[in-house]
């Protein structure tokens, strides 16, 4: 009930200021459904243009273009309106930096990583495992015996790739002997519950935190987005005084 109230104190006030949608802007609002239902189709794998999105959506959501048209200019003074009474609110310098040291660890920190291959052999095959990481010390090529002996089929094909990893993202054995080699070194065989394992560490990356100059903007964006939100139900909430708007029993908000 109360957004609905507060949808109803837009639309009023709109029409108080005549605050309207234009057909190009109805255009512009289209245009950008278009390019949306578009991007998501083809991201899902679809090979279709934006137009052909847009009609798919339309059908999808049982609705013709002209209700949403209509839709949409119906709801567009009531955004206006949003704009329009959180104008001039805008987060400080100080609030910027005291979000990035708040939440620096959790949002803008990459813990230390390391990026491994591996060859797994069955529980039985120690003795194989051996024989293979001798075959390395010798100058095999880790990627061609991969293919060839991995047991493990997902990353067999790529070489042995398991791509970055980082702690927590494996079982204890195999995460132990992997941050605990160098970058290159070979080590193994290491036994698990899935059986046996050489790993080649490729890389090696340390714990990295962005500096507040590469995400300032994305914060700005977020702590702008949060209290406009904030002043327009202020705002709301003074109009529904002013307004001395009546709820019927039953309806009242708790």
């Not at 005291?98 to 959790?106: C, F, G, I, L, Q």
């Not at 560490?201 to 987005?225: A, D, M, W």
């Not at 939100?229 to 009546?246: G, H, I, P």
Request: hydrophobic share 30%; net charge negative.
């Amino acid at each position: 009930m109360p957004q609905l109230v507060g949808i109803e104190i837009a639309k009023a006030y709109a029409s108080e200021q005549n605050i309207t949608a234009s057909d190009q802007e109805v255009d512009q609002e289209i245009e950008k459904i278009k390019k949306q239902v578009g991007d998501q189709a083809r991201s899902s794998g679809q090979d279709v243009s934006n137009q052909e999105a847009y009609e798919q959506a339309l059908k999808q959501n049982n609705i013709t273009e002209e209700e949403l048209r209509e839709d949409i200019r119906e709801n567009l003074p009531v955004q206006k309106v949003q704009e329009e009474v959180s104008d001039d609110v805008e987060p400080t310098d100080e609030e910027i930096q005291k979000y990035y040291e708040k939440n620096k660890a959790a949002q803008f920190t990459t813990p230390e990583q390391v990026c491994v291959s591996h060859i797994l052999f069955a529980k039985d095959q120690k003795e194989k495992a051996e024989d293979v990481k001798k075959q390395l010390e010798d100058g095999g090529d880790f990627a061609e015996l991969a293919k060839q002996y991995s047991q493990d089929p997902g990353s067999a094909e790529k070489g042995g790739d398991l791509g970055c990893l980082g702690k927590g993202e494996t079982v204890a054995p195999f995460e132990e002997a992997a941050f605990g080699a160098d970058e290159g070194e070979i080590v193994g065989p290491v036994k698990t519950e899935f059986g046996y394992h050489l790993l080649e560490v490729t890389e090696k990356k340390p714990q990295q935190t962005r500096p507040l100059s590469e995400v300032e903007q994305q914060i700005r964006s977020q702590l702008s987005s949060e209290q406009e939100s904030e002043a327009f139900s202020k705002w709301l909430d003074e109009q529904e005084k002013e307004r001395d708007v009546q709820y019927l029993e039953g309806y009242k908000p708790a």
